[in-house]
């Protein structure tokens, strides 16, 4: 089931606790005014409604990859008729992961695991303007035909603080949300330095270097999905599965 802010002021009473602490922590980030979270087309999104959210499992259970997909799917069908600034937000219970002290690598591990699962469940073809390969500048996480900007917050990122939350969450983000915020408009590359100020002022730190615009020659996408707390960043993307079939 797909939520909506309004949707669950209204019936919140229905969520699970753990549920119901997820979404709270994420609308008191959302409506800080004194430390404003940096992605500004997301905080649009929680103030006009146009957000989704969805819950799901433990993420390194099955039953989570399979709850994933059927809500992508679903999102991906009604995505176009929520607002510009669309996003689905999914919350995970990891109730059971914090106790256990995950670093960022393991979540790292737990993030992509996610989506080489998911993809699994993808009977679409890939979209012919999309690269099959993550080392290619125009490659972009694809689902049921839809491209996606991924993003993953976890409760074990301190330092990069746009990073952190108390639960495991990702974020999909539709491609074509971008076509009036890339580095061809002027509103585009305007909110980009908004972004940026922000960015440094929430984390206390400067950007990760793999922050960059789609399309970019020297931009890959899968980089920006997960950042560590650091500025380093793995040297091959870890989904596999579409390793495997172009090498097939």
Same mark, same amino acid.
């Given at each position: 089931?797909?939520?909506?802010? =309004?949707?669950?002021?209204?019936? /919140?009473?229905?969520?699970?606790?753990?549920? &119901?602490?997820?979404?709270?922590?994420?609308?008191?980030?959302?409506?800080?005014?004194?430390?404003?979270?940096?992605?500004?087309?997301?905080?649009?999104?929680?103030? %006009?409604? %146009?957000?989704?959210?969805?819950?799901?499992?433990?993420?390194?259970?099955?039953?989570?990859?399979?709850?994933?997909?059927?809500?992508?799917?679903?999102? !991906?069908?009604?995505?176009?008729?929520? !607002?510009?600034?669309? =996003?689905?937000?999914?919350?995970?219970?990891?109730?059971?992961?914090?106790?256990?002290?995950?670093?960022?690598? =393991?979540?790292?591990?737990?993030?992509?695991?996610?989506?080489?699962?998911?993809?699994?469940?993808?009977?679409?073809?890939?979209?012919?303007?999309?690269?099959?390969?993550?080392?290619?500048?125009?490659?972009?996480?694809?689902?049921? /035909?839809?491209?996606?900007?991924?993003?993953?917050?976890?409760?074990?990122? %301190?330092?990069?603080?746009? &990073?952190?939350?108390?639960?495991?969450?990702?974020?999909?983000?539709?491609?074509?949300?971008?076509?009036?915020?890339?580095?061809?408009?002027?509103?585009?590359?305007?909110?980009?330095?908004?972004?940026?100020?922000?960015?440094?002022?929430?984390?206390?730190?400067?950007?990760?270097?793999?922050?960059?615009?789609? /399309?970019?020659?020297?931009?890959?996408?899968?980089?920006?999905?997960?950042?560590?707390?650091?500025?380093?960043?793995?040297?091959?993307?870890?989904?596999?599965?579409?390793?495997?079939?172009?090498?097939?």
């Amino acid at each position: 089931m797909l939520w909506s802010k =309004s949707l669950i002021d209204q019936l /919140g009473e229905e969520l699970a606790p753990w549920q &119901r602490a997820a979404y709270g922590h994420f609308s008191a980030a959302m409506c800080d005014e004194e430390k404003p979270y940096p992605c500004v087309p997301g905080k649009q999104g929680f103030q %006009t409604d %146009t957000l989704r959210f969805g819950f799901a499992e433990d993420p390194r259970k099955p039953a989570a990859s399979e709850k994933l997909a059927c809500l992508l799917k679903h999102y !991906g069908e009604i995505s176009r008729d929520t !607002g510009k600034y669309a =996003s689905l937000v999914v919350f995970f219970n990891s109730e059971e992961i914090v106790p256990e002290n995950q670093s960022i690598d =393991s979540y790292q591990d737990i993030f992509w695991g996610l989506l080489n699962r998911i993809h699994e469940f993808d009977k679409s073809p890939w979209p012919e303007d999309i690269a099959k390969d993550p080392h290619h500048h125009t490659w972009e996480f694809c689902f049921d /035909g839809e491209p996606y900007f991924a993003f993953c917050a976890t409760p074990a990122h %301190t330092v990069r603080k746009s &990073r952190h939350f108390p639960y495991f969450l990702v974020a999909f983000q539709p491609r074509w949300v971008f076509d009036e915020i890339n580095s061809s408009t002027a509103f585009g590359q305007k909110l980009k330095k908004v972004i940026r100020k922000r960015l440094i002022e929430y984390d206390e730190a400067e950007p990760h270097p793999s922050l960059k615009w789609y /399309g970019q020659e020297d931009n890959y996408e899968w980089k920006q999905y997960y950042l560590s707390d650091d500025d380093s960043s793995l040297s091959k993307c870890p989904f596999l599965n579409m390793h495997k079939k172009i090498k097939s």
